[in-house]
C-alpha cells in the first residue's frame, strides 16, 4: 500500500482504489458498499485527501489538515446523523458546488447515502447527471438495494467486507498496545467483528468498565452463582436495555470460548450449545418485544 489508510482489514478494496488513483484521473463517482461501522466513511475522507493534497497526501499541508477537521472548502462531507438525509442538505451541497473552486476537485462525501430521502435522492441524481467541473462523489452505504438505480448505475461500486477476526485482532493491538488480552478479546466479541465499533468501545474508558464489570457478571452467574442468586442478579439487567445488549453479546462470545474449553468433554460441549441456543433465541424474541425478565429467567434456568 503506498498510502496510510489508518484502517483494518480492506486490502483488496484499498488496492483497487489506489490503482485508481494512480491513474491520475479517477472516476467521477465511486459507492462503497457494506456492513456499517468498517471504516468506509473514513476510507473515503482519506481518497478525497489524496486527491485534494498538493503534496501527495502529506497529512501536514493546511488542505489535509482541513479536510481531518471536516472543515475545506471544496471537500463537502454529508455526515449521517442518525435520521435520513434531508433535500435541505442536497440543497446546500448543490450550492457549495456552483462556487469558484480553489481546490484540485470539488469533492463530496456523503455517508449512509442509502438513508437519502427521495426528495433528497432526485436532488443528488441531477448533480449527478451534471457533474460541473472537476467533482468526484465518494458515497457509503449499508444496503445497495435502497438506492435509486439511476444512482449507482452512474458510480463505481466497491463492496467492503467486514475484517476476519485475525485483521481485527491484529489491527486493534497495534492501535492499542496497552490494553490488555482479555479486554481485547472481550471487545472483539461485543464489537460483531465492526472495527469501528471495537475501536469506540477501546477509547471509551467508561465504557471499557463496564465491560469488565459485565464479564465478571457472567462469570459468576456462568460458574458459581445459585439458581435464585441468578434470578435476583438478572431483575436489574431486565430494566436496561442497553446493558442487556451488550450482556447478551458479551455472553454469546463466553459461550463460545466455554465451548473451546469444552472439546473433549460432548456432554460439557452439548450444554454450551443448549445455551447458545437459549441466547439465540433470547435476542431473538427481544426484538418482538417479548418482556425481557421472562426471557432472562429462562435463560438462567437452562445455565
Ligand atoms: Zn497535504
Known amino acids: 500500500m503506498i498510502y496510510d489508510w489508518n484502517s483494518i482489514g480492506h486490502t483488496k478494496?484499498?488496492?483497487?482504489?489506489?490503482?485508481?488513483?494512480?491513474?491520475?484521473t479517477p472516476h467521477h463517482a465511486y459507492l462503497f458498499v457494506g456492513p456499517e461501522k468498517i471504516g468506509k466513511f473514513s476510507i473515503a475522507k482519506t481518497f478525497a485527501s489524496i486527491v485534494q493534497c498538493q503534496n501527495n497526501y502529506c497529512h501536514t499541508c493546511s488542505t489535509c489538515a482541513q479536510i481531518k477537521k471536516n472543515s475545506h472548502l471544496d471537500t463537502i462531507l454529508i455526515a449521517d446523523d442518525g435520521s435520513t438525509i434531508k433535500v435541505a442538505a442536497m440543497r446546500d451541497v448543490i450550492d457549495?458546488?456552483?462556487?469558484?473552486?480553489?481546490?484540485?476537485?470539488?469533492?463530496?462525501?456523503?455517508?449512509?447515502?442509502?438513508?437519502?430521502?427521495?426528495?433528497?435522492?432526485?436532488?443528488?441524481?441531477k448533480t449527478l447527471e451534471e457533474p460541473t467541473g472537476k467533482t468526484i462523489f465518494l458515497f457509503t452505504a449499508t444496503y445497495l438495494r435502497t438506492i435509486l438505480p439511476t444512482i449507482t448505475s452512474r458510480m463505481r461500486l466497491v463492496?467492503?467486507?467486514?475484517?476476519?477476526?485475525?485483521?481485527?485482532?491484529?489491527?486493534?493491538?497495534?492501535?492499542?498496545?496497552?490494553?490488555?488480552?482479555d479486554t481485547l478479546i472481550r471487545v472483539i466479541g461485543l464489537s460483531l467483528g465492526?472495527?469501528?465499533?471495537?475501536?469506540?468501545?477501546?477509547?471509551?474508558?467508561?465504557?471499557?468498565?463496564?465491560?469488565?464489570?459485565?464479564?465478571?457478571?457472567?462469570?459468576?452467574?456462568?460458574?458459581?452463582?445459585?439458581?435464585?442468586?441468578?434470578?435476583?442478579?438478572?431483575?436489574?439487567?431486565?430494566?436496561?436495555?442497553?446493558?442487556?445488549?451488550?450482556?447478551?453479546?458479551?455472553?454469546?462470545?463466553?459461550?463460545h470460548q466455554q465451548?473451546?474449553?469444552?472439546?473433549?468433554?460432548?456432554?460439557?460441549?452439548?450444554?454450551v450449545i443448549t445455551l447458545l441456543e437459549a441466547t439465540h433465541r433470547v435476542n431473538h424474541l427481544l426484538?418482538?418485544?417479548?418482556n425481557p425478565r421472562l426471557l432472562l429467567e429462562e435463560l438462567m434456568i437452562t445455565i
Do not use: C, W
Not at 97 to 124: G, H, W
Not at 172 to 181: A, G, K, T, Y
Not at 219 to 241: G, H, V
Not at 287 to 290: A, P
Open 13 to 24: 478494496q484499498l488496492s483497487y482504489l489506489e490503482q485508481e488513483l494512480r491513474t491520475g
Open 96 to 125: 457549495r458546488l456552483s462556487r469558484t473552486s480553489q481546490s484540485n476537485y470539488k469533492v463530496i462525501l456523503i455517508e449512509n447515502v442509502d438513508r437519502f430521502t427521495p426528495e433528497a435522492a432526485n436532488a443528488l441524481l
Open 287 to 290: 426484538e418482538r418485544n417479548v
Open 159 to 181: 463492496h467492503f467486507q467486514k475484517p476476519t477476526s485475525e485483521e481485527l485482532e491484529a489491527g486493534l493491538r497495534q492501535r492499542f498496545p496497552e490494553v490488555d488480552e
Open 259 to 271: 465451548l473451546h474449553g469444552t472439546s473433549g468433554d460432548p456432554a460439557a460441549q452439548a450444554h
Open 194 to 255: 465492526m472495527s469501528g465499533r471495537a475501536i469506540e468501545l477501546l477509547e471509551d474508558q467508561d465504557h471499557l468498565l463496564e465491560i469488565k464489570d459485565l464479564y465478571e457478571e457472567i462469570n459468576f452467574l456462568y460458574t458459581s452463582a445459585t439458581t435464585a442468586k441468578r434470578m435476583t442478579q438478572i431483575q436489574e439487567l431486565a430494566k436496561d436495555p442497553q446493558r442487556l445488549r451488550n450482556f447478551l453479546d458479551l455472553f454469546t462470545t463466553y459461550l
